[in-house]
């Protein structure tokens, strides 16, 4: 397949705003497919991924992207746990973890990517980049994944801090926790997710899905150290720490954050490409960077054709996640903050394959059935105005198939 040749005004074929897990994997797709396209990836950090840690479940993906990605994971395990008042239970199936670490090293051993650290964006335009210290780059296109979750949605927020401990002697598990929901419910529905990185370190995240954005650091912080003193695990050393606030949505006009984009094809989290309920993004992430190496050498000299592309990739996305949004609806709408942990417990006993299909958001219609059925944890007439009463500042936000709601 020829390739098109770079103008001599041009700083590349593709520029991609911002270094974060939507953008490399984009970057390290497309220089597969395309060696000859000239990518380069513009991070205002200094190193590539930030300091993250992304999580998925192996059944997420297809065998194709699970062998892709497998370079890319730092840790494996065969199961995990979760656990709640009065009962315990371990779910088999490959859980894996993406250090930003190990992100930052892989892309930088992509043959041809060319990366610049420290580099912050002022503002982007569908062909160009003017960065913060007043100059400009060119390209034949451009895509913006920078950060936050886009206006036009009904939000609410899973919120956590993690630190990664090396502990003086070994903590004894022997897979992740997802949940642990037995600790004290506080500002919603709270729980520790544990990762077991090696026989004394682990990461220990302080979670709680809230009404609020606001990260209340130093609380986390004495959870943490409370949770870690309970279990009696001893500290030896604080190796790292994280936090971060993912989206939850409710609702939202997806149609009306396309035509805010103004013609910048947007990735990751600014385009919505998220699990609404886990907010996990990785196999979201991992599609669209799919849907994307699989476009003609030539979309990509036409910055309107890219747009087009990433959008229908993201309302696809949309337009098939509904159920969760209706299912978040009725957990932050009906269920008053104490009561959201009975939602929870009642999901995580339903069976394995239904709470597989769930994570990878390929719910059947018997599993919402299912779901939706039986004893409910909530009042029934609150769940019914959660499901279909407009969220407030949302035009149209209740139907849950509408193309103005999303995940």
């Known amino acids: 397949m020829s390739e098109i040749p770079l103008a001599n005004d041009l700083d590349a074929d593709l520029l991609l705003v911002g270094g974060g897990l939507a953008n490399g994997l984009i970057a390290r797709r497309l220089k597969e497919a395309h060696p000859g396209m000239r990518v380069l990836l513009l991070e205002a950090g200094p190193a590539l991924g930030g300091n993250h840690t992304w999580s998925f479940h192996a059944a997420d993906l297809a ?32 859980y894996c973890s993406v250090t930003s670490e190990r992100f930052d ?9 060319s990366v610049r650290l420290n580099c912050a964006v002022e503002s982007v335009a569908p062909d ?12 034949r296109s451009v895509i913006d994944a920078r950060g936050t979750p886009p206006a036009h949605l009904a939000l609410r927020f899973q919120k956590f ?15 992740p926790v997802l949940m642990d929901a037995t600790v004290d419910q506080v500002d919603g529905y709270r729980f520790v997710y544990l990762l077991p990185f090696t026989a004394d370190t682990l990461l220990v995240e302080d979670t709680v899905y809230a009404d609020g954005a606001e990260l209340p650091r130093e609380r986390l912080r004495r959870h943490i150290a409370d949770y870690v003193a309970a279990r009696g695990w001893r ?7 994280e936090e971060g606030v993912l989206p939850i949505a409710l609702a939202g006009d997806a149609e009306a954050l396309w035509r805010a984009a103004q013609g910048v094809p947007r990735a990751g989290l600014a385009a919505a490409l998220f699990h609404p309920t886990t907010g996990y993004s990785l196999p979201q992430a991992l599609r669209l960077a799919d849907a994307l190496a699989a476009l003609p050498r030539s979309t990509w000299d036409d910055p309107a054709r890219v747009f087009a592309a990433v959008r229908a990739q993201a309302l696809d996305h949309w ?6 949004r209706l299912l978040n609806r009725m957990l932050f709408l009906a269920a008053a903050p104490a009561a959201r942990r009975a939602v929870m417990q009642r999901f995580y006993r339903l069976p394995a394959p239904l709470v597989a299909r769930f994570y990878a958001g390929q719910s059947t219609l ?26 407030p500042g949302v035009a149209g936000a209740a139907s849950s198939t509408s193309r103005s709601t999303h995940p």
């Open 63 to 94: 065998p194709a992207q699970r062998a892709w990605i497998a370079p890319l994971v730092a840790h494996r395990w065969p199961a995990h746990d979760v656990m709640f008042p009065g009962y315990q239970r371990r779910l088999a199936g490959d």
């Open 105 to 113: 090293a892989a892309l930088r051993q992509v043959p041809g990517l």
């Open 128 to 139: 160009s980049v003017r960065l913060a210290d007043g100059g400009m780059l060119r390209a």
């Open 161 to 175: 801090l993690g630190q990664e401990l090396r502990l003086a002697a070994p903590h004894g598990l022997t897979a």
């Open 235 to 241: 500290v030896a050393a604080l190796l790292r720490e």
């Open 319 to 324: 337009n098939s996640t509904g159920f969760f």
């Open 366 to 391: 018997a599993d919402k059935a299912r779901i939706l059925t039986g004893r409910p944890p909530v009042p029934v007439t609150a769940a019914l105005r959660a499901a279909i009463l407009p969220v």
